[in-house]
């Protein structure tokens, strides 16, 4: 398992969530980013998801 790094933000710069999660690949994670996105009702948000090595698995402005 590898930690990958969800972030969503107001317009204004506000961090409305900023957590790590753990995912068996990079498909894994873009699925439990947009559920995590979902649930909290962040989806049409700004917000990234990022892999470990720097990957931007997830972006919406």
Do not use: W
């Not at 969503?8 to 690949?25: M, R, S, Y």
């Not at 979902?38 to 402005?61: A, M």
């Amino acid at each position: 398992m590898q930690s990958y790094k969800l972030t969503a933000f107001e317009v204004n710069g506000e961090k409305l969530i900023d957590e790590t999660f753990q995912a068996a690949n990079d498909n894994e994670a873009k699925a439990k980013g947009e559920q995590l996105l979902r649930e909290k009702n962040l989806l049409e948000k700004t917000h990234r998801c990022v892999s470990p090595t720097g990957k931007l698995l997830l972006f919406h402005v």
